[in-house]
């Protein structure tokens, strides 16, 4: 077993984890973030992301040891005080889900691109969500919720409990 320490969602966790442990699994199941779902498990789907240190990786991807001593933002660390994140509301409001199922690491990814394009084209957009699969939605309407964010203030941002 190894120790680590990661800062999930603003709280700071301290773990004794197997080596092989993913970061997935980690979230999961020592700290019940299960928003955070596992769609392949072979880094093709995107369903997994979430943030390690502001930018987005599929957590089925890296370790958890990896993460020992950086700060981690999932889907559930999104919403502030009872309200959404704006990328969550334009998800909401411009219907981009179905089953949902693909729905946290599309959001998270979709915050991701915002940080390099601040303003982005469709095409941009669309490049951005490419390691991110979807078997409902056709594309088109996320594509719309991404656009519609980008408008908003503090879409490009996690959280305000990070980094605080
Ligand atoms: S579960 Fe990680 S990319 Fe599919
Ligand atoms: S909404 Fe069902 S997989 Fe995307």
Same mark, same amino acid.
């Given at each position: 077993m190894t120790r680590i320490t990661v800062t999930v969602d603003g709280d700071t966790y301290t773990d004794d984890v197997e080596p092989r442990t993913l970061l997935v699994q980690y979230l999961r199941e !020592? $700290?019940?973030? @299960? /928003? *955070? @779902?596992? &769609?392949?498990? *072979?880094? !093709?789907? &995107?369903?997994c992301t979430v943030h390690l240190d502001g930018r987005s990786v599929k957590s089925c991807n890296v $370790?958890? @040891?990896?993460?020992? /001593?950086h700060e981690v933002t999932t889907i559930? /660390? $999104?919403?502030t005080d009872g309200q959404l994140h704006p990328m969550q509301k334009a998800f909401h409001e411009n219907h981009a889900l179905q089953c949902g199922y693909c729905t946290p690491g599309m959001i998270m990814q979709a915050i991701d691109i915002l940080k390099d394009?601040?303003?982005?084209s469709e095409q941009q957009i669309r490049e951005g969500l490419e390691g991110n699969l979807c078997r409902c939605t056709g594309y088109h309407n996320i594509v719309k919720a991404v656009a519609a964010a980008a408008k908003a203030p503090g879409a490009e941002l996690a959280s305000s409990k990070v980094g605080e």
């Open positions: !020592n $700290l019940g973030k @299960v /928003g *955070t @779902v596992i &769609g392949c498990d *072979t880094s !093709n789907c &995107g369903a $370790l958890a @040891v990896q993460a020992d /001593g559930e /660390g $999104l919403a394009h601040p303003d982005p």
